[in-house]
């Protein structure tokens, strides 16, 4: 990949990574959720089998493996969706792999794999179908199943660095600040404080002194893992929106803070920072 130096180059750049994605949307892809929860529940085993089976078979251009952040359905761990046809595996043991890999490239439902309701008994043939995932609108991790977070070319595919491309065309940070009070987003704590003010206020506060953009990735209620499941299944969407909030308030530095504990979320944000980088999306000081 070599650096993109305008917004034009980034624009084209995405164009060509989405149409050639597009170009292999009849190939059969298992999506494995593998977020730390899916790893504590033995998803690396069937990773590492998928992975040989296809290599043992030659699958390498029949069948494509998308290894993935959460999804949401933590208790059905360690489980996969095979793409395009939606098809949900719960609950997977290493002996189901090899018919999960007959399935998926004969694109039909293995039914003795497939989720049932635990208390009706119900079948369904797709993830769409399941009242979890039926029910529901996934905002903040809606993209995870779409990408690999430590592939940067799958967040710039699903439209990523598009409004970090929007911003640097505008070259206005008083139009940045705008569209995000017109926006109405608001902090998600107890508060609910307009991020629209709050950036207003950072960016008139100091004029001229070196100013900071933190992401606090810190989660003081137990069991909360949003924060984890974001920057472990698409931490580029952290840089960016950190970039886009830097060029707004006039911050020149940025800073992750996130627990000591949560290495898969440590490791994905350094490989995604440093793609970024690597890419010209991205200055040094994050």
């Not at 009849?26 to 899916?38: H, K, L, N, Q």
């Not at 089976?53 to 208790?75: A, P, S, V, W, Y």
């Not at 499941?229 to 960016?240: F, K, M, R, T, Y």
């Amino acid at each position: 990949m070599k650096k993109l130096l305008s917004v034009d180059q980034l624009t084209e750049f995405r164009n060509r990574v989405a149409n050639e994605r597009a170009a292999e949307d009849d190939i059969p892809t298992i999506v494995v959720s593998a977020d730390t929860g899916a790893q504590a529940s033995g998803v690396n085993d069937i990773i590492r089998l998928i992975k040989k089976n296809m290599l043992d078979r030659f699958l390498q251009q029949k069948l494509r493996l998308r290894i993935t952040g959460c999804h949401g359905f933590c208790e059905m761990n360690p489980y996969v969706v095979v793409e395009p046809y939606g098809h949900f595996y719960p609950r997977l043991r290493r002996e189901d792999v090899p018919k999960l890999i007959d399935a998926a490239l004969g694109g039909y439902l293995d039914k003795d794999l497939a989720y049932r309701d635990a208390q009706t008994e119900k079948m369904y043939e797709s993830a769409d179908e399941i009242p979890f995932f039926k029910n529901q609108t996934r905002t903040i991790i809606g993209r995870n199943q779409t990408l690999d977070p430590i592939r940067i070319l799958d967040y710039i595919a699903n439209g990523g660095y598009r409004a970090l491309g929007k911003v640097l065309a505008q070259n206005d940070p008083e139009w940045i600040i705008k569209e995000v009070q017109a926006s109405g987003i608001r902090g998600r704590g107890g508060a609910g404080f307009p991020t629209g003010k709050k950036w207003e206020f950072a960016r008139a506060s100091a004029p001229g002194a070196q100013k900071y953009v933190v992401c606090n990735a810190d989660e003081g209620d137990p069991g909360a893992y949003m924060d984890r499941g974001v920057l472990e299944g698409n931490p580029h969407s952290i840089i960016e929106g950190m970039t886009i909030a830097g060029i707004a308030m006039g911050a020149t530095r940025g800073i992750i803070y996130v627990r000591s504990e949560y290495p898969l979320a440590i490791k994905h944000c350094l490989i995604a920072t440093r793609q970024a980088r690597e890419m010209g999306l991205l200055g040094e000081n994050i």
